[in-house]
């Protein structure tokens, strides 16, 4: 019988007898370097307080957007997933394994399989028959002592996890993480103002006016929120902090004067911005954001691109982050330009970009950051989070950008337990991409052993400051 | 000596041995499956009458305008190919197989040369030495009394054949075909409303009059209109019609009040319609062609992003389908958005998204059909119905959306005799995706045999409801 | 040990051992055939006086904004590359030594390292220990007799040459070489008419009143303007021009009657122009250059779609061409169509469209260059011009336009040693593809002999009218 394609030791490698070979012997380099995960949203209290995972459900598919997408797409409506549940957990359980031949072929389908494998021990594939028994098999590892998350922690080799936090959390477990000396790893915050910057939020205004009360020193209006910025990214550098992340619609940058910023600034606090304000605001905020990781040191990373909440009746019955965020074109070449103008070359200033558009990977990003210091083009991210997708993006940068000038991968993700599967995804795409180049007599065997040290390992330390 | 390549059982198959073998094995499994053939554009009075087929050049040069384009762009005049030639049939057939070299590579030439030793049964390659005899072999060919519409439909097993039929058409044929017990095929009818909807096309004021002096039961005006639409659906639907396709200019959509869209209506009435207006009201109405497909049943096909007939003199002299059709970049995330707000979780709507802009593959349609349960993927079209697109197409959408939610295979096509060689390509395509995935583990070789019959065979019936 | 990658005879073909075996022979076809080079900026005087070259940093490094722009990159300031490092030429060779491990896997580091080894006879591969030795080693090769540019233009077997030069250049070098009985090769300029064209050039006013006064036998104006460049046209035809080359901004064509034409002309001479009026009459004069096209035979070759000197800062330090050119995205159908209406199907007029954004390869150029006779799909361009865009490039293009449809491959470059090295990539990818094609039995392994020979010899030749 033919080993379950989760474990099999050539996952993912290319068929080609030879060049899997050559991959093989990469993949190995690399294989067991611990993870470093520079960004991604894991809650840091849930590691600080090592809280018990929840039940299969609520750890595997109802907060995982991935996961009920699809099952969604399958004709389940959102609240069988979503607490609206009859049978509760269970019933989430059995909607789920009953789409579970649905994700074959998919990225997240992988993951879960390989977690199921190796994170669970399942000895079996899902089946609609066998729901309950998969529900309850997991539901035994869950409880298991040591199926905690600071165990797992160390079990997946995790040397540095980025969390995601808003610019006013106290920061607390990670100050606890970093003083307990029973704790080895490396948890650190990570700044995500948009919140406090994207004026058509709802919340905006009522954000802003508790930043400027607790942050701003004494200091209102403009000065005071930008005053305040400035001093919480200083918190979060205090606490270890290496990154600002920037959820933005389009990629524009813009330099306003304080004036202009200001009069923008007064009229969306008045309710008066229109659109058009907003994507101004916007633009203007992210060169004003750029301009203080000059100053602080903290990298800046940009997620433009994405039609946040499509679907209107699911975003009013069920929230944000519930499957229907859409990409949509973007052009990073004239907007980010008034940013660069100023920041390009600024010293030690490192800008990642990210994009959901796969079009802008050999026209625009690779050769921006083939020039611009400060430049690092972001690793293939959300629905390009894939095989296939992923060897497209090396195939679309390298040739003009080298292996240098890439973020390193990022898992992104708020699921702890598929960490692992995710990293060695990408280590075995990685494998598989130079294993071709070298295959091709394009690079010597003995520098793609170096390379894919460096694109794993070397990169994300670099690039992120780690 | 080497088989011929259209007789090679292994063409269009992966090189590597191993993953060759897998294909093999996947193809076998629907190589003989029945022909679903749920979109294309051959008349049904052809098959009803069982009408002998005309010469060579009518039969597969001049109406094709895949072929004819490139034989114009190697500079034959276009009358030359348009019952302009002075030799005739004879003549035109020589043009064509003095081109016939140019066709190496393409789609257009792998569906001629199967046809040609497949159908025609041609021993030989097609060379200009020999125009004339391949000219006089298929002549011979389509006199035998076995090489009429209704016999080839049986041999070619084809099951279902939809037709492209204005909505005012009697549906006549269709009606004879289902009504005939000594004809076994299923022949259906879809509903394409164009003509009447592109307020920019010539004649569209006088094809909406007798629309709505036909079929509007009396009511006038943009009530009428409706009315009048919503009746030849049902009229079409009576007859078996499964879906209504949308040949439009871009995908957007809108939701306008009665009165706004009556005074639109009414504009364009008038010959005083914008260019904005034309947009605006052909997005309108894909918004009631929704609420209509919602209320009837039919699955909604739309087909954006071609910019038709070009070459402003080639369209006055030759008409339009002449080759000139050009393809635009599009952009489905906003502006399906509207639609989708109101249909996009209704009961049982199939909203199946085509798109000549293969950037959208991977950046939106995979996003919107992996949450939307009406939304579908829409089979690579026209340009892009080749095996390196396809192979492309399934990369795209796969990782993120897995197989299910794509349209099948449609063949789109007039040229009859094409049919099998088309349906015949995206087997071996599905075979070749599917033994790459578990070539690298991936997929199991289980799951892939049943992924091959389901996307061959239960997708279009699944998503055309057949 | 194995040898060198840059020696290796399978460098860039395929892994798989039966398709590479398909590609080697494929590849002896063309491997020893002569080099057409119809589009470059090697300048002429250098091959007219056969002067030296200079030392490797001048030669290798510091013009070729290919290679300075990722030691940029990496953080070495761009003074330390152009003349402002204070080790001199030595030190800028230093500077790109370190940064020679970046460029692992990109185009210009396969071009480097083969030049190294194959031209200038290095026996090891570079390493920061050794930078200067290997500086050395190159100098001592720079001075021997052999190594001038008119034995190396003989030595790589170059055929045609072409360079690209000002309306108003003298061509005195090109008309020395012609009439030279001891120099075989053919050195033809090509007409560039940007800096008279576009009017935010600001020297444009300048340029045009010079070439009015140089060209317009009198007139002036707007007609005298137009005089003028058809005088140089003509002048240019006469020394061995055989095409015209526009660096645009984007692809738009317009007609404008020469009322408002000349307007433009007049608003922009007295620097009253807009934004919107530099387009219009770029766009106006790009159809301009059509007609003068189809009257004079020159082949009009258009490049646009680069965001010129996107860094200001540098710009004004170091001038144009110093790597911070940035792709944007373009869209010819709308674009281009003014100017295919009136002369698409024009006789002998040949149109080759450039584009450094990739998705508009397989949407739009192959069904333009599938229907228009005039219309050739440009090879793969600057950041393009890279092994795996290269098969991207042929497998976007051939199933709709096969291989006759495009220009054969143009290597651009002013770097005179890396010549050879850019046309056997070109060739080896060619043979790639074209063997991946016959192994999936797509096409016959005789045919693709011939059509290897075609795309490599007879296209540029056919294309570019040599």
């Known amino acids: 019988m033919s080993p379950s394609i989760a474990a099999h030791p050539d996952r993912l490698l290319p068929a080609d007898p030879r060049t899997r070979e050559i991959a093989r012997g990469l993949l190995s380099r690399v294989q067991d370097l611990p993870i470093i995960s520079p960004h991604g949203h894991v809650d840091a209290a849930v590691i600080e307080r090592n809280t018990p995972f929840p039940d299969p459900a609520e750890l595997l598919v109802a907060p995982d957007h991935y996961v009920t997408r699809l099952i969604h797409a399958s004709g389940v409506p959102m609240e069988q997933l979503q607490g609206g549940n009859p049978q509760g957990a269970r019933g989430v359980w059995r909607r789920f394994v009953e789409a579970w031949p649905l994700f074959e072929g998919t990225a997240s389908g992988y993951w879960l399989r390989t977690q199921f494998e190796q994170v669970f021990k399942l000895g079996a594939e899902l089946s609609e028959l066998s729901a309950d028994a998969s529900y309850d098999a997991i539901s035994a590892r869950l409880v298991e002592p040591d199926f905690r998350p600071r165990q797992l922690f160390k079990d997946f080799n995790i040397e540095v996890l980025a969390t995601t936090d808003d610019p006013l959390d106290s920061l607390d477990s990670h100050a606890a ?80 004067d304080d004036a202009d910023a200001e009069a923008l600034f007064e009229k969306a606090r008045a309710g008066q911005a229109t659109a058009a304000d907003r994507d101004a605001f916007e633009a203007h905020m992210m060169y004003q954001m750029a301009r203080m990781s000059v100053e602080d040191g903290l990298v800046m990373t940009i997620h433009p691109g994405s039609y946040r909440n499509h679907h209107g009746p699911t975003f009013e019955a069920f929230g944000a982050d519930t499957g229907h965020d859409i990409p949509f074109a973007v052009n990073y070449t004239e907007a980010i330009r008034p940013l660069l103008q100023d920041f390009g070359t600024a010293k030690d200033f490192h800008l990642v970009l990210f994009t959901l558009d796969e079009t802008v990977f050999s026209r625009e990003l690779a050769p921006l950051a083939g020039f611009y210091p400060s430049v690092y083009i972001g690793a293939p991210w959300w629905f390009l989070d894939a095989p296939d997708a992923m060897l497209r993006f090396r195939s679309a940068v390298t040739e003009t950008a080298g292996f240098s000038r890439s973020s390193g991968f990022i898992d992104d993700t708020r699921a702890f337990c598929s960490i692992p599967a995710r990293h060695d995804t990408s280590r075995r795409i990685e494998a598989a991409f130079l294993a071709r180049l070298v295959a091709e007599h394009r690079v010597s065997e003995d520098r793609a052993h170096e390379l894919i040290v460096d694109v794993v390992d070397s990169s994300p330390r670099r690039v992120f400051k780690l």
Chains 1, 2, 3 share one sequence.
């Open 177 to 256: 993480l970093a003083a307990d000396p029973s704790f080895n790893g490396r948890v650190l915050p990570t700044f995500r103002p948009d919140a406090y910057i994207n004026i058509a939020n709802p919340s905006w205004a009522s954000n802003v006016e508790r930043l400027i009360e607790t942050a701003a020193d004494g200091a209102t209006g403009y000065g005071g929120y930008i005053a305040a910025l400035e001093n919480r990214r200083r918190y979060f550098v205090d606490h270890g902090a290496v990154s600002a992340d920037h959820g933005v619609r389009t990629p524009a940058t813009l330099k306003l």
